[in-house]
């Protein structure tokens, strides 16, 4: 692919044709070698790498150890030399300047290319925006912006944001870093990629049934989906106007924090935001007393269901080895002071099912537009899934949205005593580019409940599989209690998590 990196909104807006990609590399970590690009050493101890946290990167900017135009540059030359073993970037900003003094100064940050960004164009993965330049930031971007964040490009997307692979038609797949015959997962691939390849600090990306963990998931970093309502969604692309929600992917669970205490607060642009009480300062760190006094739930049924959402796709049980490390997870978890108790919160497809409702004819009526005059631009499957919309009926779409409010109040009836609740991020290992669509389908299982209820989530990567696939584990909390959620998910981050594995350089991605 020929990668669109210019200096300006000025520059025009030219693709090559679509890339083709053969790859058969083996499914196991790649050997360390020495780094693509040098890390920055100050003229002190501190050694900032392509890989460092990007907490540690804005304390080597604020203690003039470096330098925002060098982080940036560190990684515009990776984005260079590894996007096309990726694909994660559809734009690449021009030459990086300095950052203002912000609270961000220094994050070298990727935004989902369904966020407007002035002057560029926002394509949302489809033929369909082709041109379709932004006159305003989003106002998730704008806030990091002005908090001295740096735009790296825009991300590859799952074409507007509507599925859970990335295989997108009109620019190519996201392949997983770890595994590049893999998926990345969506619909926030390319930002999850971006970060687990060493091309970004950190990300932007929206979640409408696990378009932020599902991709976190798969390519081992952290994605974090808010309480709804926290973050604005203004100048968004939508696909499902009552479950989108925006959040940030990082490498760990505090840089996640760091991002979303900038993002988070209301919004004149975006009725659904309220004013919430801000996250605390220290959110994303561990607790003093780790996981001591946890209390945890586990939605044990979950874990034996193999349908897919109602799908009429067949069954996809959950992967031993998925289940063998959530098991390891919960019995470390116990070691170290937390109890875990199996609670009933009925059945994960019944809630997919809603999602499915309510996303579909939300995703048609925006699309009406172009499904009349354009439709031939739309990628097939996209196409199909907004026509599937028209032919839910209102009725069914109110019953769902009544069932909503049931599962919302049982949801946190059946938290009220616990902490968070854990499962899985996946019930299965990142599956392979052009696997059967049950396995897309089954990517769900876990996330779109939550998307549903509103509940924030977060998946943070605890494991690898034999073969070197990430899996990851989902923590959910209560309403509007994400500083409590991310202090717990960083507990478990430092007791059982591998984070730290990567950033340290005992494990590296195939592409990085």
Known sequence: MALAVYGGPSDAWAWSAQPTFTLSLPHRERQLQPPLSPSLRSSGSCLIGPFSSLESQLTAVRTGQTSSRNIAQMYRRRIQALNERCNAYLFVAGEPTESGTGPLAGAAVAVKDIFDTTGIVTTAGSRQRTGWTAERDATAWARLKNAGAMLLGKTNTHEFAAGTTNENEAFGPVHNPWAPDRISGGSSGGSAAAIAAGLAAGALGSDTAGSIRIPAACCGVVGYKPTYGRVSRAGVVPLSWSLDHVGPLARTVRDAALL???????????????????????????????????????????????????????????????????????????????????????????????????????????????????????????????????????????????????????????????????????????????????????????????????????????????????????????PWDDGTLLSIAASVEESVGVSQEIEIGKRRPLVS
Not at 316 to 321: A, F, L, S
Not at 394 to 410: K, N
Not at 415 to 440: H, K, V, W
């Open 260 to 478: 979303l205490g900038v993002m988070a607060g209301p919004d004149p642009e975006d009725p659904s935001t309220l004013d919430a009480t801000p996250l605390p300062l220290d959110a994303g760190l561990p607790r003093a007393s780790g996981l001591a006094g946890m209390r945890f739930a586990v939605p044990r049924s979950w874990l034996q269901e193999t349908s897919v959402g109602g799908t009429g796709l067949g069954s996809v049980p959950i992967d031993p080895e998925v289940m063998t490390r959530f098991d390891e997870v919960l019995r470390q978890c116990c070691d170290l002071g937390a109890t875990v108790t199996d609670v009933d919160l009925g059945s994960a497809e019944g809630a997919v099912g809603i999602n499915r409702v309510i996303a579909f004819p939300e995703s048609a009526a925006y699309h009406a537009p172009h499904l009349a005059n354009s439709p031939e631009l739309y990628g097939a499957a996209v196409y199909r899934r907004l026509l599937a919309g028209r032919y839910i009926s209102a009725e069914q779409y109110l019953q769902a949205l009544r069932f909503r409010g049931l599962l919302v109040r049982r949801f946190i009836a059946g938290m009220e005593a616990f902490d968070a609740l854990l499962t899985p991020t996946l019930p299965i290992l990142p599956p392979p580019l052009g696997a059967p669509s049950s396995l897309a389908a089954a990517l769900l299982r876990f996330c779109a409940p939550f998307n549903v209820t509103g509940l924030p989530a977060i998946s943070i990567p605890v494991g690898f599989s034999k073969a070197g696939l990430p899996i990851g584990l989902q923590l959910v909390g209560r």
